[in-house]
């Protein structure tokens, strides 16, 4: 937008001058007095015959027939441009084309300043936009071995309070990692009873259940058909059970700043019967980011 306005700025001087340097050129004559007329009309008498020319080669002067030759109507408006009575019209052209350098360099002035501004505005929202984050909440989704397998939960590591507005899970028996559709895909959001969560120190404390240690083992002995691992590891088409999860959440301050966006959580995990003490965690950037 500045740059255009630049543009039509330069324009509009180029054409002024350019009307400047053609009245310089071309001076507009100045009309006859009609007395004057009058008196050269009476001096001259009664009106005389015509006299037809005799015909010339072109560029030649006939009898009593003053014809105008290109190249002598050339240096005709040359002289003119440059005699005395001119010199006002490019007194007028020079004090233009000085306003033009001047104007010039008060546009480079100002668009240094805007670029200047520009700058600062944009460290002063990066600023404020660091603050924001390091004031968020931060909730993610972890596993806690326990007797019967493993229970998921999320926790809020952030400093503020997060407001939970919905999460879901996805269970898939599969008989490789790669079988996950590119698009993750999650079953019903459940809202929790109590929908704020509060900050914790570390995974464990004040933190809120995605799914209980006894559902996890139903699901693993209903995928892997045995707890055995060495009976696991010797069977053919062995699949494998994954654990999907998103919470959907928000700062409580979003209420009343609707500028504060909502975040999200996702993690996914496999689990093994030949490592029954660990998880892993699988599957591409859509199914494990935080927002």
């Known amino acids: 937008m500045h740059r255009m306005k630049t543009r039509s700025i330069i324009t509009a001087l180029i054409i002024v001058i350019g009307l400047l340097v053609g009245a310089a050129v071309y001076p507009v004559p100045k009309p006859k007095a009609a007395a004057q ?10 009106p005389k015959a015509a006299v037809l020319p005799v015909p010339a080669t072109p560029c ?71 603050v924001i984050n390091s004031d968020r909440p931060w909730v993610v989704i972890f596993a806690v071995k326990e007797f019967k397998g493993f229970s998921f939960r999320a926790g809020n590591l952030g400093k503020t309070p997060a407001e939970i507005i919905s999460f ?13 559709p590119a698009i993750a895909e999650y079953g019903t959001e459940t809202i929790p009873v109590i929908r704020l969560l509060v900050p914790g120190r570390k995974p464990g404390q004040a933190d809120l259940e995605l799914l209980p240690s006894s559902k996890f083992a139903d699901l693993v002995r209903g995928c892997t ?5 060495t009976e696991y590891a010797l069977m053919p088409g062995r699949k494998l059970p994954i654990f999907c999860f998103r919470i ?34 699988c599957g591409s950037e859509e199914y494990n980011r935080h927002t």
């Open 37 to 46: 007329e009058h008196q050269k009309v009476s001096d001259k008498g009664p």
């Open 60 to 130: 030649q002067p006939a009898a009593n027939v003053k014809k105008d030759c290109p190249k002598e109507k050339a240096e005709e408006i040359w002289q003119k441009a440059f005699s005395p009575e001119s010199w006002p019209s490019w007194a007028v052209v020079i004090a233009g084309l000085g306003a033009i350098l001047v104007g010039l360099r008060t546009l480079r002035i100002i668009e240094r300043q805007t670029k200047a501004t520009e700058v600062a505005a944009n460290a002063a929202l990066l600023n404020a936009q660091a």
């Open 168 to 180: 879901a899970a996805e269970f898939r028996c599969v008989e490789n990692v790669n079988e996950l």
């Open 225 to 229: 058909r045995t707890t055995d691992r």
């Open 248 to 281: 959907k959440y928000a700062n409580p301050l979003s209420r009343a700043r609707p500028d504060i966006s909502q975040h999200e959580t996702r993690m996914c995990f496999y689990y093994s019967p030949i490592l029954p003490d660990q998880l892993a965690v």
